[in-house]
Each structure stands twice: as C-alpha cells, then as structure tokens.
C-alpha cells in the first residue's frame, strides 16, 4: 500500500517563500511520477506541477510557472519537493501530493493518480 505524507506548509506574507516536501512509503516510488495539486476553497483541485518518473521532465501550472520548482529525491526518489517563491494570497490552498504511473499529457488531471497524501496548509497573508 502506498503512503504520502506531506510537510512544510505554514503560513507567509507575501512575497515569502516555503518548501513542501512529500514521502511516500509502502512502496518504492521509483516507478511512479509524482505531482502536486492544491484545492482552495470553494474551489476545484488544480494540479500544480508535475515531476517525471527519473526526475528528468516537469511541467507546472501557469499560475505558479517561473516561480515553483518541482524535485525528487535523486537517490530512492521516494520524496518530492516543492519550492514556492514570491508566494501570493492566491496561492493560499491546502496542497496535496499525488503520485502513480502517469504520463505528462494528463498530469494536471487529477482523477489520473489513485495514491494521495492527505495534504498540508499553505496560508499567504497581504
């Protein structure tokens, strides 16, 4: 059985920046991609970004693009991070990291991965 545990949420002003991490266990994740999605309320889970199997492809959101970086763990990959600078009020979310066998053309959906962590609080203040 897969396990997904993230950490790293808090809360920022904006402009600040927060790393969320993510470890999976009950499985080696080795073989899985592995993404991040948020939900804000009263809104739909939107995916965030997204890192390949190797760690060699990413994709991100246009809403975060240029100002999040997707990782792995370059050894047991069984972690991803995601780095969020110049944070933002709208970026205020609970985050959740996905992962399973997906392929970058439907990364941003999130009906695409079985496996989720039960998520961690980002909250930005003006």
């Known amino acids: 059985q897969v396990q997904l545990v993230e950490s790293g949420g808090g809360s920022v002003q904006t402009g600040g920046s927060l790393t969320l991490s993510c470890a999976v266990s009950g499985y080696t994740a080795i073989s899985f991609s592995m993404a991040w999605f948020r939900q804000a309320p009263g809104k739909e889970r939107e995916g965030v970004a997204y890192?390949?199997?190797?760690?060699?492809?990413?994709?991100y959101a246009d809403s975060v693009k240029g100002r999040a970086i997707i990782s792995r763990d370059s050894a047991a990959k069984n972690s991803v991070y995601l780095q969020m600078n110049s944070l933002k009020p709208e970026d205020t979310a609970m985050y959740y990291c996905?992962?399973?066998?997906?392929?970058?053309?439907?990364?941003?959906?999130?009906?695409?991965?079985?496996?989720w962590g039960q998520g961690t609080q980002v909250t930005v203040s003006s």
């Open positions: 996905a992962a399973d066998k997906v392929t970058n053309n439907v990364w941003y959906d999130r009906n695409a991965f079985r496996f």
């Open positions: 890192i390949s199997v190797g760690g060699g492809y990413r994709e």
